[in-house]
């Protein structure tokens, strides 16, 4: 059974620093892993998709890596800023159904 | 274009009660989900559906029922809510046109007390 494993449960780090989240899961046998934001009180916003043939996504100040063999993902944000203050989860993508971590609570300090 | 919403956005519920959570999206998608989550868990699905008019279960299905009547609505039941039902509650979209290239749309949530 695929299981989903986001540490540290909550990031706290100043305004301007590169951080990484982490991400790893049991089964290598996935079509794609997604990378998604959560703010208080709204929905799930998708940030990144991986396939499962590729090494690494990026978008704008966001580079996430894919590394199937270990069943490890990263998440990178360069120059963090209080706005990227939110919850990121990550999800792997087995037959029909996604498999959610339980994510990271970020903050980001001014 | 509203993409996924969600109907209520808070409710309180008694042991027992029942009641219908909404949600409907505008972007033709074929896939509809439901998905709970609880505090130091990921989301959890309930039930999906790949089309109008089919409904299947996921993780964890049980005390729900589900309908799919029209393709924009997917309708989430609880027949008899218990307390084990407090949680909030997400519907999500998608069009699975290749698997991998597949990103699901999240409605805002509805925040379920059941006392």
Request: net charge positive.
């Amino acid at each position: 059974k695929q299981e989903v494993t986001q540490i540290p449960a909550a990031l706290s780090v100043p305004e301007g620093e590169n951080l990484v989240l982490n991400c790893s899961f049991t089964d290598s046998a996935i079509y794609n892993l997604q990378w998604f934001r959560q703010d208080p009180g709204k929905g799930l916003t998708s940030l990144l998709l991986i396939q499962s043939s590729q090494r690494e996504q990026t978008s704008g100040r966001l580079n996430a890596s894919l590394d199937k063999s270990s069943g490890r993902s990263t998440l990178y944000i360069a120059a963090s800023q209080p706005g990227d203050s939110a919850t990121y989860l990550c999800a792997v993508r087995s037959n029909y159904q996604l498999i959610w971590g339980a994510g990271t609570k970020l903050i980001i300090k001014p | 274009n509203a993409g996924v919403t969600q109907t209520p956005k808070f409710r309180v519920l008694k042991t027992g009660q029942s009641m219908t959570l909404l949600c409907a999206q505008d972007m033709n998608h074929e896939y509809m989900y439901w998905y709970r989550q609880d505090p130091g868990m990921g989301l959890r699905l309930i039930h999906y559906s790949v089309g109008e008019g089919t409904t299947a279960k996921g993780e964890v299905p049980d005390g729900y029922n589900v309908s799919r009547l029209k393709k924009q609505n997917f309708l989430l039941g609880l027949e008899s809510a218990a307390p084990s039902q407090t949680s909030v509650y997400f519907c999500a979209s998608s069009n699975l046109g290749q698997a991998n290239q597949e990103t699901q749309y999240f409605g805002p949530g509805t925040r379920l007390l059941v006392l």
